[in-house]
């Protein structure tokens, strides 16, 4: 544990600094042993490594990708001329609907092709969006291809966001009938590294084989094991927090919460250190990583809001565009993330909408010293808002992820969610009404929370909203039958 003692306050803003970091990749050879990784090369670098990757994955997809090579005939594009990342413009973006239509069409069809290593024939397991955006999950492919890259992107993912082989991780991502990445990334990710891993085994119960546990039960196994590191979902471990405090549990081990999933504004990272505090640990790391299925894993945190980090920009190469045209967004400006995966052999994507409005940097970290892209907040205190969660309300185009991070700022709530509504349900016709449901926290004075919550939202949406009271937290967001809180429901009937 000295180690860890020693670097237990390495990541906050006002300490962090390149030698450390440096210092913190010299305690460890799993790290210093990782000679080729591109963090601390220069721009120019980092660009050779992505379009010589690059060059090599357009081939493959132009031969062996169903969909890719059908696209490049249809729109008479000829990929030899596509010869850096600048050039991907050239591309038409892929659209989730794109995916959707047919996901086996975007997996390399390498099978029986003369020369391939058995590495990138065999599938070596599936993971699923959890989104149901256009309906089921869709299903991913990793080859065992795949499977090394991702071993090498959680190892220097862990890097950044200060994990180590000395740490005892906890995985509460919740076990349902979906393979999400949480689950199995954090799982995955302690094992790279070299740390121990238990798990909580929460989740949708299955009557035939009653296999999971309740939360008393995964706070007990994190409190046993002495946790250092929990992992999961932001509003499912904020959850957990709560209940082991009414539990009085020692949690006087824990350094690091990685809050993922989801959003985890500054306001929520205050609550759940303060909380943990009550339990006895001290400078608590709320590392908040962006993630999504597509690059099966995260981008990570070197300090919290210092921006979100692409461990390995030889795999992945993400742009900001503007989603009617394609037109690549300059550093700073806001769009939508697109990816394009640099080194697979499974499902590949190139120019792949992800659905989120960010903005990036490619500028030195100032933290850190890293040289990698970064995602930065957009909203407040949170890095991506979901262009499905953009709302036309009473005639304006509200952007629920600040209206969020303002929420989740003021204090005292347990849970919440935001519903747009009509003043009178059965009548679609009738006007808009902005409803927010709040499970306070227990001896929380009500009066003055709701004048707290009417003045963020008038400063973050410019309109008052109605406060309904919820007595149960569970009420508003179950952790037992869904995987994420459903932070915004559009509750309006649509118009014929």
């Not at 306050?9 to 990782?34: L, S």
């Not at 089921?136 to 080859?143: C, M, Q, R, S």
């Not at 461990?311 to 806001?334: C, H, Q």
Request: net charge neutral; aromatic share 8%.
């Amino acid at each position: 544990m000295s180690r860890l003692k020693e670097i237990s306050d390495w990541w906050k803003p006002d300490v962090i600094t390149p030698e450390k970091v440096k210092k913190f990749i010299n305690m460890y050879p799993v790290f210093k042993n990782d000679v080729d990784c591109p963090a601390f090369k220069s721009q120019k670098e980092i660009l050779e490594i992505q379009n010589k990757n690059l060059r090599n994955q357009l081939e493959l997809c132009d031969k062996y990708s169903p969909y890719y090579s059908n696209l490049f005939k249809e729109q008479k594009i000829d990929v030899s001329k596509i010869k850096t990342v600048d050039d991907l413009e050239k591309l038409p973006l892929t659209t989730k609907m794109d995916y959707m239509k047919g996901s086996d069409s975007f997996k390399l069809k390498l099978a029986g092709v003369a020369g391939r290593q058995l590495f990138e024939l065999v599938d070596w397991n599936v993971t699923m969006t959890t989104g149901t955006t256009y309906g089921f999950p869709t299903v991913f492919w990793n080859t065992t291809h795949d499977e090394y890259s991702l071993l090498q992107f959680l190892i220097r993912s862990s890097k950044i966001s200060w994990g180590s082989p000395d740490d005892r991780i906890f995985n509460c991502f919740p076990f349902g009938p979906v393979p999400h990445i949480g689950y199995l990334r954090a799982i995955t990710a302690p094992l790279a590294i070299g740390a121990s891993v238990s798990a909580g085994h929460t989740g949708m119960a299955y009557p035939e084989f009653p296999v999971l546990r309740r939360m008393d039960e995964a706070i007990s196994i994190a409190e046993n094991h002495n946790s250092t590191i929990i992992m999961g979902i932001a509003s499912y471990i904020r959850r957990m927090i709560m209940r082991a405090e009414e539990l009085e549990v020692d949690f006087s081990n824990l350094r690091a919460i990685h809050a993922l999933g989801e959003p985890c504004p500054k306001g929520m990272r205050a609550d759940m250190r303060r909380r943990v505090e009550s339990l006895g640990a001290e400078d608590v790391f709320i590392h908040n990583g962006w993630g999504f299925t597509e690059c099966q894993g995260s981008l990570s945190e070197c300090t919290e809001l210092g921006g979100n980090h692409n461990p390995d920009p030889g795999l992945y190469f993400l742009e900001i565009v503007d989603p009617e045209t394609g037109e690549r967004k300059a550093d700073g400006e806001e769009g939508v993330a697109a990816i394009t995966h640099l080194n697979r052999r499974g499902t590949v994507l190139l120019r792949y909408v992800l659905g989120d409005i960010v903005r990036m940097t490619h500028e030195s970290c100032p933290y850190c010293g890293r040289n990698t892209e970064r995602i930065m907040p957009v909203s407040g205190s949170v890095y991506a808002t979901r262009t499905k969660e953009l709302v036309k309300f009473k005639g304006t185009l509200i952007n629920p992820g600040l209206l969020k991070d303002t929420i989740e700022n003021v204090g005292g709530i347990a849970e919440y969610q935001i519903v747009f509504a009509k003043t009178d349900p059965k009548d679609p016709y009738s006007m808009d009404q902005l409803v927010l449901k709040v499970a306070p926290v227990a001896g929380v004075n009500r009066k003055d929370l709701e004048k707290k919550l009417g003045n963020a939202v008038m400063k973050a949406a410019e309109m008052s909203a109605k406060i309904e009271w919820v007595e149960k937290p569970s009420d508003i967001y179950d952790p037992m039958v869904s995987l994420k809180a459903t932070r915004v429901l559009d509750a309006r009937p649509p118009l014929e």
